[in-house]
């Protein structure tokens, strides 16, 4: 990733400002319409990633050199933020397709980016990124997939667990065990793919929230794979790993923002109609409190985020720290303020026609994946800045 000095995002703020506009309206015209009919179904939300890809928004982190939009990592978050506000399973798609495909960019071969980063680019399918297993999900390097050396090919076996949008992506990123004697240092990355004979999918999970993202098992049954589809050296593929999650827990608190900014606007808009005792509840200091209080908290959220997307735009040696405490505090504030839209909204805010008890739901994920929130609190620690 590019280098810069100061705050500098390569793009200006009012190039920005265009982007935010066009997604936004994008997202209310061609996502807003499905989105509670995504949830009540528990469906993908096709009409997201139709109208994402038709207009290069579901993957805009690919380099030009390999037919991508080459957009900074501001311009990713913006994306996955103006979709949240509107649904968050269809925020999945640009949030994983980064999430997938990251690894690639930052310690695949050339010849690895060409193939797979272009074949994203160019909307020939779909990247998510297989870490977890049943027995290691904090834990990752407590793995269990194994991928043995054949020639000039690797045989993988394993199951991988909460893997999003697993059986509609086409493209897998996958940590698997080359030397149990190393522990984290045996671990190594390798691209496999749908159609790979040996890769099979699971029932999809029965979710609280973002039931349109399907987040299923992965199996792997003898998946013989060719040597070339490793990422990077051998024994490296945890590093990548971890190197991979400080840029997209950024992502993840961008889709946090958009979540609780949704839920915002929809209890202003309502507490500005809703009347009682002859006026409108808006006009009550106790519930003027509650919409400022919830308005603060976003800002910092967003300020946050978007300084944790500054330094992963130039790699700074202090992004550990900053993803992981703009996940974090962006997640929390993205709880508090959906919980506080549904309680505004009163009886109403608890039921399915209104959007809030939705966003309620769906806000809580932020703070479980991706690494909870309280290993984010561990990443911190262990990383204070200077």
Same mark, same amino acid.
């Given at each position: 990733? /590019?280098?810069?000095?100061?705050? &500098?995002?390569?793009?200006?703020?009012?190039?920005?400002?265009?982007?935010?506009?066009?997604?936004?309206?994008?997202?209310?015209?061609? %996502?807003?319409?499905?989105?509670?009919?995504? &949830?009540?179904?528990?469906?993908?939300? =096709? @009409? $997201?990633?139709?109208?994402?890809?038709?207009?290069? +928004?579901?993957?805009?982190?690919?380099?030009?050199?390999?037919?991508?939009? !080459?957009?900074?990592?501001?311009?990713?978050?913006?994306?996955?933020?103006?979709?949240?506000?509107?649904?968050?399973?269809?925020?999945? %798609?640009? $949030?994983?397709?980064?999430?997938?495909?990251?690894?690639?960019? +930052?310690? !695949?071969?050339?010849?690895?980016?060409?193939?797979?980063?272009?074949?994203?680019?160019?909307?020939?399918?779909?990247?998510?990124?297989?870490?977890?297993?049943?027995?290691?999900?904090?834990?990752? $390097?407590?793995?269990?997939?194994?991928?043995?050396?054949?020639?000039?090919?690797?045989?993988?076996?394993?199951?991988?667990?909460? %893997?999003?949008?697993?059986?509609?992506? &086409?493209?897998?990123?996958?940590?698997?065990?080359?030397?149990?004697?190393?522990?984290?240092?045996?671990?190594?990355?390798?691209?496999?793919?749908?159609?790979?004979?040996?890769?099979?999918?699971?029932?999809?999970?029965?979710? +609280?929230?973002?039931?349109?993202?399907?987040?299923?098992?992965?199996?792997?049954?003898?998946?013989? %794979?060719?040597?070339?589809?490793?990422?990077?050296?051998?024994?490296?593929?945890?590093?990548?790993?971890?190197?991979?999650?400080?840029?997209?827990?950024?992502?993840?608190?961008?889709?946090?923002?958009?979540?609780?900014?949704?839920?915002?606007?929809?209890?202003?808009?309502?507490? /500005?109609?809703?009347?009682?005792?002859?006026?409108?509840?808006?006009?009550?200091?106790?519930? =003027?409190?509650?919409?400022?209080?919830?308005?603060?908290?976003?800002?910092?959220?967003?300020?946050?985020?978007?300084?944790?997307?500054?330094?992963?735009?130039?790699?700074?040696?202090?992004?550990?720290?900053?993803? /992981?405490?703009?996940?974090?505090?962006?997640?929390?504030?993205?709880?508090?303020?959906?919980?506080? /839209?549904?309680?505004?909204?009163?009886?109403?805010?608890? *039921?399915?026609?209104?959007?809030?008890?939705?966003?309620?739901?769906?806000?809580?994920?932020?703070?479980?994946? @991706?690494? *909870?929130? =309280?290993? =984010?609190?561990?990443?911190?620690?262990?990383?204070?800045?200077?």
């Amino acid at each position: 990733m /590019a280098g810069s000095s100061d705050f &500098d995002l390569f793009r200006t703020s009012e190039e920005h400002d265009m982007l935010r506009d066009a997604v936004r309206s994008l997202a209310e015209a061609k %996502i807003a319409p499905f989105a509670a009919e995504v &949830d009540e179904q528990g469906r993908f939300p =096709q @009409e $997201a990633r139709d109208a994402l890809e038709a207009n290069d +928004l579901h993957a805009v982190h690919v380099p030009e050199a390999y037919d991508g939009s !080459g957009a900074d990592a501001l311009s990713t978050v913006i994306v996955i933020e103006e979709v949240a506000r509107v649904c968050a399973s269809s925020s999945l %798609i640009p $949030a994983v397709n980064k999430l997938g495909s990251l690894p690639v960019q +930052l310690s !695949g071969s050339e010849e690895l980016k060409t193939r797979y980063l272009g074949a994203l680019a160019r909307k020939e399918g779909m990247f998510s990124y297989a870490l977890s297993e049943p027995e290691a999900g904090s834990d990752a $390097a407590g793995m269990k997939t194994r991928a043995v050396r054949d020639g000039d090919t690797y045989v993988l076996n394993g199951v991988k667990r909460w %893997i999003t949008n697993a059986g509609v992506s &086409d493209f897998y990123t996958v940590m698997a065990v080359t030397d149990p004697d190393k522990r984290s240092k045996g671990i190594s990355a390798f691209v496999v793919e749908k159609g790979d004979e040996g890769v099979s999918f699971g029932a999809p999970e029965k979710k +609280l929230g973002i039931k349109g993202s399907p987040t299923r098992e992965v199996y792997l049954d003898n998946v013989r %794979i060719p040597a070339d589809r490793m990422i990077g050296a051998e024994g490296t593929g945890f590093a990548t790993a971890m190197k991979t999650l400080d840029h997209t827990r950024v992502t993840i608190a961008a889709q946090a923002i958009g979540i609780a900014q949704g839920a915002l606007d929809y209890a202003k808009g309502y507490v /500005a109609e809703r009347k009682q005792f002859g006026k409108a509840i808006a006009e009550f200091q106790g519930i =003027q409190f509650m919409l400022a209080d919830m308005a603060m908290k976003l800002e910092a959220a967003r300020q946050l985020t978007y300084a944790a997307a500054a330094k992963s735009e130039r790699t700074d040696a202090d992004l550990t720290f900053f993803g /992981a405490a703009a996940k974090c505090y962006a997640s929390d504030v993205a709880m508090s303020i959906t919980t506080d /839209a549904v309680q505004l909204l009163g009886g109403y805010g608890y *039921t399915r026609d209104y959007p809030v008890e939705r966003m309620m739901r769906d806000a809580k994920i932020t703070q479980i994946y @991706e690494g *909870t929130n =309280q290993v =984010q609190r561990i990443v911190m620690a262990r990383n204070l800045p200077a």
